[in-house]
């Protein structure tokens, strides 16, 4: 539970060391710039790309940044990998004794430090690339950012969320880093994620309900499964599901 390996293929079942090919620019760690490239992408992640470029605001949340330019700047990294059942994102479940989204799966990420950028550069990209180092020990060279979603806004936290979509073009092991953040790290296929039989409604006691997936013995929901779920829906994926099928939540959620 603590942690997997990476798949260490690349689309196509060629190993991901072999198909690097110099001229694709990937991700970069610490200090170099970080820019977003489509070139060589699988042809799966094609509907991806697409949802990405016309893919509205609204369309994704009805919580959008404050006008007035409150809230934390943050960033998540959407990674998109080749597993052995296919497709694949990764996720991981933060630590049950964090004041913010204890024990909740999300995507990596963080807030944007100040060596991270300009947040209206190339900031979110940096910044989303460091925390998934930091909290799940991959290797950010490995990593071909190819877009990045509208800023949202996470009323009960204050964050504005810039979501930046990679690809693992050389996949890398990956783990728990620090347990006091995160309780693990894992991978979900996106065959599970579209399962409609691993779908449902997640209802809080304070009357918010929005998709919920049973994957991977864990329940994803809040924005991390609106995301997914938006994502699946825009890019065609989405299989039909029950959203009468309900699961409450605590008031600790």
């Given amino acids: ?84 059942r296919g497709p694949e994102l990764l996720l991981m479940e933060r630590a049950g004794s964090l004041r913010s989204h204890a024990g909740q799966p999300s995507f990596p990420g963080g807030s944007l430090d100040p060596e991270d950028g300009d947040p209206a550069a190339d900031g979110p990209l940096r910044a989303a690339l460091r925390e998934a180092e930091e909290e799940t020990g991959l290797d950010p060279a490995g990593v071909q950012p190819f877009g990045v979603l509208p800023k949202l ?40 994620l579209t399962d409609p039989a691993n779908r449902a409604t997640a209802v809080h006691p304070s009357g918010h309900a929005g998709p919920a997936f049973l994957v991977e013995s864990a329940l994803v929901w809040g924005f991390t499964a609106g995301i997914i779920d938006r994502l699946l829906h825009y890019a065609g994926w989405e299989r039909p599901w029950d959203r009468e099928k309900r699961v409450p939540l605590d008031w600790r959620s």
């Fill in 1 to 84: 539970m603590g942690g997997t390996h990476a798949s260490s293929t690349h689309a196509g079942g060629r190993r991901a060391s072999d198909t690097h090919t110099g001229g694709a620019p990937v991700g970069a760690a610490r200090g170099g710039p970080v820019t977003l490239s489509k070139e060589g992408l699988p042809e799966w992640l094609d509907p991806v790309v697409s949802a990405v470029e016309t893919i509205e605001p609204l369309q994704l949340s009805r919580f959008l940044p404050p006008e007035n330019g409150a809230g934390r700047q943050s960033a998540v990294l959407i990674l998109f990998g080749e597993g052995e």
């Fill in 153 to 192: 806004y996470i009323p009960v936290s204050g964050f504005v969320v810039t979501s930046v979509l990679g690809w693992w073009r050389e996949p890398t092991p990956v783990g728990v880093v620090d347990p006091n953040e995160t309780a693990r790290v894992f991978t979900v296929p996106v065959a599970d």
